[in-house]
């Protein structure tokens, strides 16, 4: 599949400690999964999490959806072993915690091989480095950590999150100039479905891949609200109709809706019905 047309609508956290969440994701319509070994995992449980997750892995089952481990920040006492644990089971990136420089994804890359390695942006000095972390050459993707950056910030929620915007905004910047993937952060009141679908446009709106999610029952609103519409998909067919119609004919400008249609456009509408298709196969 088509990197940059394979779907991240839906970004799902599961304890990488229980059995039974492990057992359900296989059946859920998600995008990708990130596998916790961090904050979902207690103390107490993070030694046997690691065998837990491991044996979940490699029964596999999971499908064609993305499989990352997120691991303990390398600055614990587990991190060097959740990394070199995370070597070795059958995933597709390790999610490293409160990455503020490309000097700590060196430090697990160290531990992982050739991993791809995904960084969770969660402070305001890894929103000011987003630049030199996206750059990294391992680094394939970004997760925004928005309820640890909420607390670093000292914010008050608001709806709009404009307080986020700023370190936001750079970490899209960033994401977007080295072309990896960029998630946004999560929406904590689960049962909100109006409130979620209000956040999800937002990210959409502001160029987020996808959204990471904490209960099942959000899936179905990300996927929506990440996916390209009915309508987006009928004008980029006709768009590219139009232009290889005009670009066949030699003769005058496209025009679609009564706007011009650019190679931009072109590029944008193949785009669309890229994603449109891979999530087709990712459902189908």
């Known amino acids: 599949m088509d990197q940059r047309a394979r779907p991240y609508r839906s970004v799902l956290y599961i304890p990488g400690s229980r059995d039974r969440a492990l057992e359900k994701a296989r059946g859920l319509p998600v995008d990708a999964i990130i596998f916790d070994l961090e904050d979902a995992v207690s103390p107490d449980e993070k030694e046997n999490a690691r065998a837990t997750l491991h044996a979940a892995l490699t029964q596999g089952g999971y499908g064609d959806r993305m499989r990352v481990v997120r691991i303990n ?46 960084a969770m942006m969660e402070t305001p000095r890894g929103m000011m480095n987003a630049a030199e972390i996206a750059a990294h050459p391992q680094l394939t993707g970004f997760v925004m950590g928005t309820n640890d950056l909420a607390k670093e910030l000292q914010t008050r929620f608001r709806p709009d999150r404009l307080p986020m915007m700023a370190g936001l905004g750079l970490c899209l910047l960033a994401a977007k100039a080295e072309g990896i993937v960029i998630v946004d952060g999560v929406y904590n009141a689960f049962k909100d479905a109006d409130g979620l679908k ?10 987020f891949d996808g959204k990471t999610l904490i209960h099942p029952a959000q899936v179905d609103v990300a ?35 009564g706007k011009i249609v650019e190679n931009l456009h072109v590029v944008t509408a193949r785009e669309i019905l890229a994603k449109a298709d891979a999530i087709a196969a990712l459902e189908g």
Request: glycine share 8%; aromatic share 4%.
């Open 73 to 118: 920040g390398l600055d614990t006492q587990w991190g060097q072993a959740d990394a070199e644990a995370a070597a070795k089971m059958e995933c597709d990136a390790v999610l490293l915690p409160k990455v503020e420089s490309a000097a700590q994804v060196d430090a697990l890359a160290a531990l992982v091989g050739d991993t791809p390695i995904w």
């Open 223 to 257: 996927n929506v609200a990440f996916a390209p519409s009915e309508a987006e998909i009928d004008l980029a067919r006709r768009q590219i109709a139009a232009f290889e119609e005009t670009e066949a004919s030699g003769q005058g400008v496209a025009v679609v809706d």
């Open 198 to 207: 209000v956040e999800c446009n937002q990210g959409r709106d502001m160029g």
